[in-house]
């Protein structure tokens, strides 16, 4: 049976029949393990990555969603509490733009759909609730839109306005968002929410607006301040934060560079001005060649001869007698406008402006001995811009270093670099073993599998015995075939003969029974090849 495999095939399993009880179970166990490793992972690789086609979906929705899926025969997967459905990834896309020709998810319950639910029998609180519930889904479909929001949920208190209430109340409102995969929401994300949530209701501020993570951490505060990714808190304390960084950055370089790295500490407080003020000014400037913008000029003149009555000089004073003479009075009157050049400037201080600036160095006396003070705070306050003006100070200060943590942490961490590196070793020892003990364990069935074949190889004694049997049995079938023509022509054997012919045919057969059983594969070659030569002839 064995004889009509392959050659490959045959190899292989004439092998595995030279292994010992011990290398099959090893072999077999092997076997088994590659194939359901192997099965593990092709159902593993075989499986789709999901991505959420559809999430916040009410029941209705829901089921129709999974109803068309289950139709087209799609496979899916269904999260918080059957609220999200998800979809393989390459679907996606091709089962929205399906499913909205389909109407689907129809939104029923949420958004401005509520209001054509409404009848003439409608109450004004039922009125104003549906309002409420319509703007509030509405916004939550408008914030989802945004890039990086995954699910978005709106609660907004609108108090109802008394026109008897001098003061009324603020509607006030707060959001609830979760993003998408592990990424978090940048403040400019943020900030947009609040403003398109506080834009969207009548009479809402911004500072009115809260935003939460599906987290729990508060994104941005119902006073308006946004808070930043990594919770540092507002944009002011942000900027205030950034900009001691920077300066201590740049003087940390320039006093490494002087007394070498480790050896300084520099610590800078800043308070900045938030406030934006706006100053208006006016300048008028006149031009000498330019006349006045309003000139009056008043001459009076009086040419005669004698003299008059004393008094006061005046048009409404004179009188002229007839014996004093003749005279001749003249008054002129003249008003002239000039223009100005008037110059009207408006300064806007933007925010961030430094209030005060406080820096404080702290050196290694044992290592900058050799270093003046006084020429580091000069070099220091010419980096950081200090102003004396303003308020602004500066200290220098030499003090011995604590060295201790650091030298414990550096033979800490040259134990741990030691210890990982002898892990390392012990590692690549243990693997080195291994694959050692398996190549010589495959090495020491090689070569046994070796010394068994050389064992059932024909010796050339046995092999001429084989070929004097093979033509003592072509004599016999020529004998047999002679016997059969004399007995088909009434020619009849005498018993004797007979007899001896059945003995030497059973002796021959006894002997190739047992050349088989001891070297089967030689013996199996050697009748092929005789088969082969039958055939051709």
């Not at 998800?86 to 129809?106: F, T």
């Not at 707060?174 to 506080?198: D, K, R, Y």
């Not at 808190?233 to 940390?252: D, H, K, M, P």
Request: glycine share 8%; hydrophobic share 40%; charged share 20%.
């Amino acid at each position: 049976m064995t004889d009509r495999l392959p050659a490959p095939v045959r190899r292989v399993t004439d092998t595995f029949k030279s292994f010992t009880p011990g290398q099959k179970a090893v072999t077999i166990f092997a076997v088994v393990a590659l194939i359901v490793g192997g099965y593990f992972f092709a159902t593993w690789a075989a499986k789709p990555s999901y991505q959420i086609l559809f999430n916040n979906l009410s029941t209705k929705d829901a089921s129709a969603i999974v109803e068309s899926l289950q139709k087209t025969g799609v496979s899916y997967e269904l999260a918080n509490d059957g609220s999200t459905i998800m979809v393989p990834r390459d679907q996606v896309n091709a089962l929205r733009l399906q499913l909205s020709g389909e109407g689907l998810p129809n939104d029923e319950g949420t958004g401005y759909s509520l209001l054509d639910q409404q009848g003439i029998t409608t109450s004004d609180f039922m009125q104003h609730t549906n309002y409420q519930r319509a703007l509030e889904g509405e916004l939550s479909k408008t914030i989802k839109a945004i890039e990086g929001v995954e699910a978005a949920t709106v609660h907004l208190v609108m108090p109802e306005k008394d026109v008897f209430a001098d003061d009324q109340t603020k509607p006030t409102a707060s959001v609830l968002v979760a993003s998408q995969g592990n990424n978090e929401l940048s403040t400019e994300q943020v900030q947009s929410i609040v403003h398109l949530v506080a834009s969207s209701v009548e009479g809402l501020d911004p500072t009115q607006v809260t935003v939460a993570g599906a987290d729990g951490r508060i994104l941005s505060t119902g006073g308006g301040e946004s808070i930043a990714a990594g919770g540092a808190g507002s944009s002011a304390e942000q900027q205030t934060v950034a900009f001691e960084n920077r300066l201590n950055s740049s003087l940390q370089t320039m006093l490494n560079s002087l007394v070498g790295p480790g050896n300084a500490v520099v610590t800078s407080r800043v308070s900045l001005d938030f406030d934006q003020t706006e100053t208006r000014s006016e300048k008028y400037a006149a031009d000498p060649a330019t006349p006045a913008e309003q000139e009056s000029v008043n001459t009076e003149t009086y040419t005669g001869g004698g003299t008059g009555p004393g008094g006061v000089l005046g048009p409404d004073n004179i009188q002229v007698p007839n014996n004093a003479g003749t005279g001749q009075y003249a008054n002129k009157n003249e008003v002239r406008t000039r223009q100005l050049d008037k110059i009207e400037e408006v300064r806007r201080n933007a925010p961030g402006s430094i209030e005060k600036l406080d820096v404080s160095v702290l050196l290694n006396s044992a290592t900058a001995g050799g270093v003046n003070p006084d020429q580091i705070q000069e070099l220091l306050s010419a980096a950081a811009g200090i102003d004396a003006t303003r308020g602004d100070t500066i200290a220098v200060a030499s003090m011995p270093f604590d060295n201790s943590a650091a030298t414990t942490a550096k033979d800490e961490l040259a134990a741990a670099a030691a210890a990982e590196k002898q892990a390392k070793q012990l590692t690549l020892i243990k693997t080195g073993a291994l694959l050692f003990v398996v190549l010589a364990l495959i090495f020491l069935a090689w070569r046994a599998n070796k010394r068994a074949k050389k064992r059932q190889q024909l010796t050339e004694e046995e092999r001429k015995h084989l070929e004097d049997m093979q033509a003592a049995l072509e004599a016999q079938r020529r004998a047999e075939l002679d016997v059969s023509a004399a007995t088909a022509m009434n020619m009849l054997e005498s018993p004797e003969v007979a007899n001896q012919n059945d003995e030497a045919r059973e002796e021959r057969h006894r002997e190739i029974d047992q050349l088989v059983k001891e070297k089967p594969e030689e013996t199996a070659a050697l009748i092929r090849s005789w088969l082969s030569a039958d055939s051709t002839r």
